[in-house]
Nanobody, 121 residues
């Protein structure tokens, strides 16, 4: 089985920073894309940032210039550095990975359980 475990969330004041991490473990052969999503109270889950296996990155417009996604392929880990946080960034942040488990012919999608980021003074 495959597990994605997020960490790094917490309570931060407006303008503050956090670094979110997500480690994938289990019978993984290779990981294609890794991404961060978020879901604010009363809203639908939205894509925040995605990074491909070769480092191609896409951000949603609202976080461009403030958030940075990166990955360590050797550790099967993706990071999200979140800077200049705003109250509107308050949400549960979920890790997502599209990966091949060993001996699989097709990739599958996996989700972490989420880490809460609260931006408040």
């Amino acid at each position: 089985q495959v597990q994605l475990v997020e960490s790094g969330g917490g309570l931060v004041q407006p303008g503050g920073s956090l670094r979110l991490s997500c480690a994938a473990s289990g019978s993984i052969f290779s990981i294609t894309a890794m991404a961060w999503y978020r879901q604010a109270p009363g809203k639908e889950r939205e894509l925040v940032a995605v990074i491909s296996s070769i480092g191609r990155i896409t951000y949603t417009d609202s976080v461009k210039g403030r958030f940075t996604i990166s990955r360590d392929n050797a550790k099967n880990t993706v990071y999200l550095q979140v800077n200049r946080l705003e109250p509107e960034d308050t949400a549960v942040y979920y890790c997502n990975a599209n990966l091949y488990v060993r001996f699989a012919e097709h990739p599958s999608e996996y989700w972490g359980k989420g880490t809460l980021v609260t931006v408040s003074s």
